[in-house]
């Protein structure tokens, strides 16, 4: 049996993907690393080295350095076309491989052929979307909280002057984030996605209120075009961003340009400008230079760099200090960055995970006393896949980040907790538990508990914040 495939839209599908974020699932990837000893890495080699697979031999797949299912899922889609010349051996090999990646194979839109037209063929086509050069994705999101904000103490009690907080500890948000991947050109593709987003019992009862998640807020999420020449990609315009393993930003929006050079070896190294006002929602500009190395060890183990300077000394804060329940109307921080991260992810095994990362914010003009560093850890357990049905996974984390190290109060990292009550707070150390489950393929279910208290109760005059409790329902399209 012949088959056809849309080689772009496996492209297209891959960046596509990455745009599909949530807390539950920030850190788990439909296109992941495959171990180069797992079975269906194993069974398309021998399918690429018995000639099956068109156009490569042996040396080609393995200098194409093969890590993810969906690469794996295009070398199954090129010996399908070939079912024919396949062996009784292949053939069960074939079939297997063919129920593994069913998934990816179906988003790839590999389809029986056609039958050969009695009447003319069709006329050419210019428009976009009958060309297949446009996809389209999203996602959905509903969750409940309590201590959203991880920055109360135990035993404390709003009075009238914290009206603004005294009823922000629990809340119901839900999301929907529609998107779409467009590539006009070979070289050039451009990514938009818009989000809308609610939060439950909000009484300020309108949107523009400059907190995120209000009555019926919507966004534009993202738009950026992305030029790409061999290895040199740029991208400019609102796009999502990445440094290190995520404890200075993750998987967020940023207004600039980003230059990135991919070296191999699931290695590569970015720089470029934005403003972060798109995430951190301040009412100022606040532009900064970013900077990201990756370096791949192997294909289960990656060091990270990352970088973000701020490029100001004159950006502050509005009521976040030290015992800031006190609630001094006229303070204010400094709203400085220059954050270094130092991280590693390994694949320890099939099933174990670890991602550790340490911080440090060099920013110069901190207060004395500034808690400058922190580092954050998660090890986890499982075999979660987003498109497979009944996978799960289960994590802990441990953190523990000094007052100015990670910004707590724009909250563009990748931790399920804001990691302090605020940039110049009182930060935050503990650890958490969290369990992950496919309800349905592309369809979770999470959960996580955190005990949580200041980086040094001495400095902060309080032992313990109130418990962190998340859970929330996940569906991706």
Same mark, same amino acid.
């Given at each position: ?80 076309? *070939? ?19 069913? *998934? ?228 204010? *921080? ?144």
């Amino acid at each position: 049996m012949s088959y056809i495939l849309n080689k772009k839209l496996l492209c297209s599908l891959a960046i596509a993907g990455t745009m599909i974020n949530s807390t539950a699932f920030a850190s788990e990837n439909p296109f992941a690393t495959v171990p180069k000893d797992y079975w269906a890495y194993t069974a398309v080699e021998h399918l690429v080295e018995t000639g099956l697979v068109d156009g490569y031999n042996l040396t080609d797949f393995h200098d194409k350095k093969v890590v993810a299912r969906y690469d794996l899922a295009q070398f199954v889609a090129r010996a399908m076309a *070939n079912e024919n010349r396949a062996t009784a051996e292949d053939k069960v090999i074939l079939n297997k491989l063919q129920q593994e990646y069913s *998934n990816e194979l179906k988003i790839m839109m590999v389809m029986p052929a056609e039958p050969a037209p009695v009447k003319e063929e069709p006329q050419a086509t210019n428009n976009f979307f009958d060309n297949g050069k446009i996809k389209w994705f999203g996602d959905a999101r509903i969750r409940y909280q309590t201590n959203y904000k991880a920055d109360t103490p135990k035993g404390y009690t709003a009075n009238v002057a914290d009206k603004d907080r005294k009823d922000k500890s629990n809340r119901i948000q839900e999301r929907l984030r529609l998107g779409f991947y467009a590539e006009p050109d070979e070289n050039l593709s451009v990514l938009g996605r818009v989000k809308l987003e609610n939060t439950t019992n909000d009484d300020n009862g309108y949107t523009n209120n400059g907190d995120s998640g209000a009555h019926g807020s919507a966004n534009l999420d993202l738009l950026a075009l992305t030029w790409k020449q061999m290895d040199t990609s740029v991208t400019l315009g609102r796009q999502n961003l990445n440094i290190g393993q995520g404890l200075i930003w993750w998987d967020n929006p940023v207004d600039g340009i980003m230059v990135t050079q991919d070296l191999g070896n699931n290695s590569l190294i970015s720089a470029g400008w934005g403003n972060l006002t798109a995430e951190n929602w301040q009412k100022h500009s606040m532009n900064a230079f970013i900077a990201n190395a990756q370096i791949g060890v192997d294909d289960n183990t990656k060091f990270t760099l990352g970088y973000l300077k701020t490029n100001s000394n004159e950006n502050t804060l509005y009521n976040n200090h030290k015992n800031q329940w006190n609630w001094i109307e006229s303070s204010e *921080n400094p709203y400085m960055l220059e954050q270094i991260a130092y991280g590693i992810n390994t694949q320890l095994s099939d099933k174990w995970n670890l991602t550790a990362e340490a911080v440090t914010n060099r920013a110069s003009g901190l207060p004395d006393g500034a808690q400058k560093n922190g580092w954050w850890t998660r090890l986890t357990y499982g075999n979660l896949k987003w498109d497979t049905k009944d996978t799960w996974k289960v994590y802990a984390d441990y953190m523990s980040l000094g007052n100015y190290s990670v910004d707590s109060t724009g909250w563009a990292h990748i931790l399920n907790t804001p990691g302090g009550d605020g940039l110049g707070g009182n930060g935050e150390k503990g650890y958490g538990l969290g369990i992950s489950y496919m309800l349905a393929d592309n369809t979770n279910l999470e959960f996580n508990w955190y005990k949580l208290r200041p980086y040094d109760s001495n400095y902060s005059g309080f032992s313990d914040y109130y418990d962190m409790y998340n859970l929330a329902l996940n569906y991706s399209f």
